[in-house]
């Protein structure tokens, strides 16, 4: 298999991000973001996802961290649509529940090359610690942009506002990790009746 790698880098007046990534990694990661909570929620990505990333991001974090991790959800998405290639002989579709304590949350992705986000979280607090919690559909939103994928986010039960992220975090590392693998059965051939994605 040709190896999955992509490195992207965009800069603008409020961010300069680069990523670099591996879709058949084993969940090595290196995160310098400024924004602590957002590397701790990648690092779920990566290594639930089995994907290798190193992420060094530098924003306007003297307005806000709205920038940076919008940005950072764009540059990501970027890098795994460079990544994933020609989509021929991938599973496209992947999904998980995963639990924390007592919160669940459930994740489905296809990587179909239509961006759709179906974001179902309430969160109990609107701070986890000095982050902002709305930050989160921004990543998410700016990511499937980006990847050209849909993704339904849905956060079932929770009452601990951190382990609610982490549950969606964690859950879309592994539904990744079952989208992006690859199917032997279908080796060669595009996981779609229309012929592309």
């Avoid at 929620?41 to 991790?69: E, N, P, S, W």
Wanted: aromatic share 6%; no cysteine.
């Amino acid at each position: 298999m040709t190896p999955r790698t992509a490195t992207v880098t965009r800069n603008t007046l409020e961010t300069q991000i680069q990523i670099t990534l591996n879709l058949d990694g084993t969940g090595k990661a290196a995160f310098s973001t400024g924004v602590p909570f957002l590397d701790h929620m990648l690092d779920q990505i990566a290594r639930h996802g089995l994907i290798d990333m190193d992420i060094v991001a530098h924003g306007d974090l003297q307005i806000d961290a709205h920038h940076t991790v919008e940005d950072v959800g764009i540059t990501l998405g970027q890098a795994v649509a460079k990544a994933i290639g020609d989509k021929k002989g991938l599973v496209r579709y992947g999904h998980a529940y995963v639990p924390l304590d007592e919160a669940l949350s459930r994740v489905v992705v296809d990587f179909s090359g239509r961006p759709g986000l179906h974001y179902n979280v309430t969160f109990p607090r609107a701070m986890i610690g000095s982050f902002d919690v709305d930050l989160l559909r921004e990543f998410f939103q700016g990511f499937v942009n980006h990847a050209g994928v849909t993704l339904h986010i849905d956060n079932l039960k929770g009452v601990n506002a951190h382990h609610v992220a982490e549950t969606i975090f964690k859950a879309t590392g592994r539904a990744l990790r079952m989208a992006i693998s690859a199917d032997e059965r279908m080796a060669g051939i595009m996981p779609s009746t229309k012929g592309s994605l």
